[in-house]
T-cell receptor
Framework: AQSVTQPDIHITVSEGASLELRCNYS??????LFWYVQSPGQGLQLLLK??????LVQGIKGFEAEFKRSQSSFNLRKPSVHWSDAAEYFC??????????FGTGTSLTVIP | NAGVTQTPKFQVLKTGQSMTLQCAQDMNHEYMSWYRQDPGMGLRLIHYSVGAGITDQGEVPNGYNVSRSTTEDFPLRLLSAAPSQTSVYFC????????????FGEGSRLTVL
């Protein structure tokens, strides 16, 4: 069965520090992988996606993610975090059954 | 562009009452879906549709009904609300189903007393 695991429930970083949010997935075929961000009281917005090709993908707001098939991971990174990055982040996988599976989310706090 | 519009934004129901959450999109997306978001659970798929007249169950469909009579609209019905259905509900649409970006509405917060 498809599943997505985000092992970190909450992360706190200082502004300007680097960030890595972890995502592991379980999926039999080549996955369609996504990272979404949710600001308080808002819907989710796509940060980036991976379907095939280059395993390092660039997204909006300076985010990037690396697909590692051997580790079943799709970790999100940002070199320098801004206070406006404080939000909840969700990793998701799209399955061939036209369903999406989301992780439980990682809440990011940014300290000035 | 309106994108995905959900109504109402807030609703309080009593156990056993029925209601419909409305969802409309103006992007001509064939794929539409409903999720519920609960603390510590992430988003879980309730129902989805790949086009007008076609609906299917997701991960947590019990207690919910959907229909898709037009491309634009995908209402979610609670026939007999239960406290376990207290949640934030999101409607989302996509141009290319599971391979495409999901566009989300702003959510509907439902409380069942």
């Amino acid at each position: 069965a498809q599943s997505v695991t985000q092992p970190d429930i909450h992360i706190t970083v200082s502004e300007g520090a680097s960030l890595e949010l972890r995502c592991n997935y379980s999926y039999g075929a080549t996955p369609y992988l996504f990272w979404y961000v949710q600001s308080p009281g808002q819907g989710l917005q796509l940060l980036l996606k991976y379907f095939s090709g280059d395993t390092l993908v660039q997204g909006i707001k300076g985010f990037e993610a690396e697909f590692k098939r051997s580790q079943s991971s799709f970790n999100l990174r940002k070199p320098s975090v801004h206070w406006s990055d404080a939000a909840e982040y969700f990793c998701a996988v799209g399955s061939t059954g036209n369903q999406f599976y989301f992780g439980t989310g990682t809440s990011l706090t940014v300290i000035p | 562009n309106a994108g995905v519009t959900q109504t109402p934004k807030f609703q309080v129901l009593k156990t056993g009452q029925s209601m419909t959450l409305q969802c409309a999109q103006d992007m001509n997306h064939e794929y539409m879906s409903w999720y519920r978001q609960d603390p510590g659970m992430g988003l879980r798929l309730i129902h989805y549709s790949v086009g007008a007249g076609i609906t299917d169950q997701g991960e947590v469909p019990n207690g919910y009904n959907v229909s898709r009579s037009t491309t634009e609209d995908f209402p979610l019905r609670l026939l007999s609300a239960a406290p376990s259905q207290t949640s934030v509900y999101f409607c989302a649409s996509s141009f290319r189903g599971h391979t495409g970006e999901l566009f989300f509405g702003e959510g509907s917060r439902l409380t069942v007393l």
